[in-house]
């Protein structure tokens, strides 16, 4: 059984661009959630969806936007990248619990 | 505001050795999950307590959730070099989908 798989591994884009990264959850599971963490810090949520809509937000800008397709897979779109952008992006799938699977990770970096 | 706040930020020790780590926050949580992360991957959950005064215990690991459900503490006895990563701790945000994580603690375990 697969777990939490992400795509791409690694990313490197410049300012001003735009990125999709995307995320298939755990088999069985239905809720997918992206999170940002910064170098030395703890994961910041982003947003989750459920039922291919968002279900709730984190603080984050309009630049950060998401879908869920009929088949629980997710993706996470970031426009106008800034530099601060650059971090590890987590998906975490789950169904109805309250412990997350958790990807690798895709590593951003805006230069 | 929901913060959770782990401490110490950095530990290194020697292999053998017992350690503490700490969770605090001024909110109260329904629940608090510990996670570690290793470099270069996404955090494994290792528990979730959910009782005030809960401990639980995994192998060599100890969890405890305090009375009033604001901190929560993580003892390791006898510690391997195996246990070097990241843990972080984490609790349910305001509207029931966020979770909120620490900043997490460093742990070096040296041979």
């Known amino acids: 059984d697969a777990g939490v798989t992400q795509s791409p591994t690694h990313l490197i884009k410049t300012r001003g661009q735009q990125v999709t990264l995307r995320c298939s959850p755990k088999s069985g599971h239905d809720t997918v959630s992206w999170y940002q963490q910064a170098l030395g810090q703890g994961p910041q949520f982003i947003f989750q969806y459920y039922e291919e809509e968002e279900r709730q937000r984190g603080n984050f800008p309009d630049r950060f936007s998401g879908h869920q397709f009929p088949n629980y897979s997710s993706e996470l779109n970031v426009n106008a990248l800034l530099l601060g952008d650059s971090a590890l992006y987590l998906c975490a799938s789950s169904r109805q619990s309250w412990g997350q699977f958790f990807g690798p990770g895709t590593r951003l970096t805006v230069l | 505001t929901q913060l959770l706040e782990q401490s110490p930020q950095f530990l290194s020790i020697q292999e053998g050795e017992n350690l503490t780590v700490y969770c605090n926050s001024s909110?109260?949580?329904?629940?608090l999950q510990w996670y570690r992360q290793e470099p270069g991957e996404g955090p494994v959950l290792l528990v979730t307590?959910?009782?005030?005064?809960e401990v639980k215990k995994l192998k060599r690991l100890t969890f405890q959730f305090g009375d009033a459900r604001k901190d929560s503490s993580l003892h390791i006895t006898a510690a391997q070099t195996g246990d070097t990563g990241l843990y972080l701790c984490?609790?349910?945000?305001?509207?029931?989908?966020?979770?909120?994580f620490g900043a997490g603690t460093r742990l070096f375990v040296k041979a």
């Open positions: 984490a609790g349910d945000g305001t509207g029931g989908f966020k979770t909120i």
């Open positions: 909110s109260v949580f329904s629940s």
């Open positions: 307590v959910v009782t005030g005064g």
